[in-house]
């Protein structure tokens, strides 16, 4: 496990479920941490294509981490009307951008069919950067049944583990 002091991976919940990867990105650089920030992922649900109203953002260094909790536990300036209330915390058990690309590069989020804005993000100095590739294919998500609603299998799994 990563001591606390060199951790750089936080997890924002309570989002508002209608807020897209680029609303978050926006809010974050709005908000004074543009370029503070190497990867970014807003996990979605296919069939709603709503957020699951969390996000995994990795800092650049470990002495950004104090700023950026004080700025967003306790958030609620959204720029749509919600009264959600955002809370910051460790992001487990991946930490790190290294983490977070292993844990991606070849997750079925990464796959051709997913839409860009459902895919975790890196940035260097601000800017968005291409997604570190895999030396095998990512599989396509795979669907699952409950009654009418089809979802995709790592949306729900995710919906669970975010409960």
């Known amino acids: 496990e990563v001591p606390e002091s060199q951790r750089t991976t936080l997890m924002l919940r309570n989002l508002p479920n209608n807020y897209s990867r680029a609303m978050v990105s ?3 650089d709005a908000e004074g941490f543009s370029g503070c920030y190497d990867f970014l992922y807003l996990p979605i649900d296919f069939t709603s294509r709503a957020c699951l109203g969390y996000a995994f953002v990795n800092l650049v260094d470990p002495s950004v981490v104090p700023a950026f ?3 967003f536990d306790g958030f ?6 919600s009264r959600k209330v955002c809370a910051v915390g460790w992001s487990g058990p991946h930490q790190g951008l290294d ?11 990464m796959h051709p069919s997913v839409p ?3 895919k975790p993000v890196t940035f260097k100095d ?17 669907m699952r049944h ?3 609603v089809c979802r995709h299998h ?8 975010a409960a």
């Open 26 to 28: 926006a809010m974050l």
């Open 146 to 148: 409950r009654g009418d």
């Open 76 to 81: 609620n300036r959204w720029v749509l009307p």
């Open 126 to 142: 601000g800017v968005r950067i291409p997604f570190p590739g895999s030396s095998k294919a990512p599989r396509a998500p795979r």
């Open 116 to 118: 860009d804005e459902f």
């Open 99 to 109: 983490a977070h690309v292993a844990r991606y590069r070849s997750s079925p989020v």
């Open 154 to 161: 790592w949306s729900a799994r995710l919906s669970a583990a």
């Open 69 to 71: 909790w004080t700025a």
